[in-house]
């Protein structure tokens, strides 16, 4: 006698097909249906809280370039996982949230655990939100659900699923459709670029995280050198698109109006490929371009295009721009390069203690390992990493694009869950403040589980420094809430399964940092380390 066909078997079938086996979750009593009788050919990757879910799978995504699936326990775990949806939302990640909902013979009573709305609760940090208003829908609503997130500008959409849908009889397969990911910019309008391009004097060029995102690294090289243009990176990067290294490459363009607009000054045209026009930190007021500079915009997102406030825009795939243009140019052979940037990398001239953030880099960086890949969200020491420890290689810089913290922790274990995916084995090393380490601690559990080949290294500085710059930046005295003492982090890290270590010296950071590479499991490293202030 056959199996009688539902739902539930229909809609794995369409997972199947479109490669979505692997589910990141936390499961709830209206999620249990779906996972019921969950296939042999799925992994199911448990994370003890939503905020991790949701990181996990951004980086999973973000580095295997295809959707993940997750689902989370109706509203409350919804709510849970919001924080760090805002960052998928910024990333361009590809992401089907799902959710389970009350029964529906219970709904019209508010019953506990149903989702009051549903669809409104994830806005607007999802591309599309849909409850199917029948159960037999619910197979085509996740294949529109695929097409959504991955159609550019790419991201995350939500489904609400009853959980009596799953059970209800459904004959037939779904629908497989393919979708492109990818369009061209409009021929003409990038040709007007490329001679505005041509005639500058001297050009600088932005690469934005989508230009890493899109695959376009060595595209964007071949620009650069092309033009003999000055690179720098977009404000707050979450991905890097130029090698740090290059003789082109300026650093960080900067993250307020004012210190943005100081940094463009003499360049007669500014090209902002793959970013926003601009991604502002502090408010420190300025112009927002300086005087007789202009710009142009290539971007694949129509609302990044809009909210420009400069500015000719352009819209197009990143990469595919950037391959086109690079052919419409003329060469910069009349141009003078521009001169390196400076990296003094300036240390104290006797070891100091606590450790400042620039030894603690230094020597991270005299035992890096080959292509490994760094995920950052120690805030305040973003500018020693630029200096110390500057990427090289695409896909391999990762941070969170929202603002919010609470997303690396788990996203480092993502990155790795995505390399073994796809057969790559590079350590995955997460370089975080002691703040921003709390935030989705129960991480660390999900990445002993699964044996990963991943590093904390954990700059214990007992405060949130880089609240207190902002504090001096914004004279206000006397905030409280700024300082975080009694803190074991080694204790806790062993309780979730990792190998844990102290560390107060940059020999011993190198050898356990060393040792933790070479064991190629989960490690946490704990560097005391003083606050560092940040210029903003």
């Known amino acids: 006698m056959s199996k009688k066909s539902t739902v539930h078997s229909v809609t794995y079938d369409l997972l199947r ?14 999620e249990e249906t779906f996972l019921q009788n969950f296939p042999d050919d799925f992994t199911y990757v448990l994370a003890l809280q939503e905020a991790s879910v949701i990181a996990m799978a ?9 959707p993940a699936l997750v689902n989370v326990h109706s509203s409350a775990g919804l709510g849970n996982s919001i924080g760090n949806l805002v960052a998928a939302h910024h990333g361009h990640t590809p992401l089907i949230v799902t959710a389970g909902q009350q029964h529906r013979e219970l709904l019209i009573g508010e019953p ?52 009596d849908d799953w059970n209800h ?65 977009a404000p707050l990067s979450d991905r890097a698109s130029f090698p740090e290294d290059h003789p082109l490459y ?19 045209l500014v090209v902002v490929i793959g970013a926003e026009v601009f991604r502002y930190y502090p408010y420190v007021p300025g112009d927002i371009l300086p005087a ?59 070891p100091s203690s606590p450790l400042t953030p620039a030894e603690v880099y230094a020597a991270l960086s005299e035992c890096r390992p080959e292509h490994a890949v760094l995920v950052n969200e120690s805030t305040s020491t973003m500018g020693q990493h630029a200096e110390w420890l500057p990427t090289v290689e695409p896909d391999s810089f990762f941070a969170t694009p929202s603002g919010g913290i609470g ?43 699964h044996n990963l080949p991943i590093v904390y290294v954990v700059m214990r500085n007992h405060e949130y420094s880089i609240l207190k710059s902002f504090a001096e930046l914004e004279e206000t005295p006397g905030v ?45 490293i704990v560097v005391t380390t003083e606050p560092q202030k940040t210029a903003l």
């Not at 300026?250 to 007669?268: C, E, F, N, W």
């Not at 995916?421 to 129960?442: E, K």
């Open 17 to 30: 097909s479109l490669g979505l086996t692997t589910v990141f979750g936390n499961p709830g009593s209206t």
């Open 58 to 66: 951004d980086g999973f995504a973000q580095t295997t370039r295809r």
């Open 480 to 524: 409280p809430g700024l300082d975080l003492p009694d803190m074991d982090i080694a204790a806790v890290g062993r309780g979730f399964g990792c190998r844990t270590v102290d560390v107060t010296t940059t020999d011993e950071l190198e050898k356990e940092f060393t040792a933790a590479v070479e064991s190629a499991r989960p490690t946490v």
């Open 250 to 268: 300026q650093g960080p363009v900067g993250m307020s109006v004012k210190a943005i607009s100081d940094r463009l000054t003499g360049h007669d």
């Open 112 to 163: 506990y655990l149903g989702n009051r709305d549903a669809t409104n609760m994830p806005r607007p940090w999802v591309k599309w939100s849909y409850e199917p208003a029948r159960a037999e829908d619910v197979p085509e609503a996740f294949m529109r659900a695929y097409a959504m997130a991955l159609q550019p500008p790419a991201g995350p959409v939500f489904l609400s699923i009853p959980l």
């Open 292 to 350: 007789g500079t202009e710009l142009l915009h290539i971007t694949h997102d129509p609302a990044v295009a809009a909210a420009a406030r400069v500015g000719d825009s352009l819209l197009g795939d990143p990469r595919l721009s950037i391959e086109l243009l690079t052919e419409m140019v003329g060469d910069g052979n009349g141009r003078a390069q521009p001169e390196p940037m400076p990296r003094p990398r300036e240390l104290p001239e006797t």
């Open 407 to 449: 997303w690396a922790l788990p996203a480092v274990v993502g990155v790795a869950l995505g390399d073994r995916d796809r057969g790559v084995g590079r350590p995955v090393i997460g370089l975080i403040g002691d703040g921003s380490f709390q935030y989705s601690i129960q991480g660390l559990w999900t990445g002993a589980q």
């Open 169 to 233: 009889p459904l004959d037939g397969r779904a629908v497989v459709r393919e979708v492109s990911r990818t369009y061209a910019p409009d021929s003409e309008r990038l040709r007007r670029f490329a001679e505005r391009i041509t005639a500058s004097e001297r050009p600088a060029l932005i690469l934005g995280p989508d230009v890493d995102r899109a695959g376009g690294w060595q595209a964007g090289v071949a620009l650069a050198q092309k033009l003999k243009a000055a690179v720098y990176s």
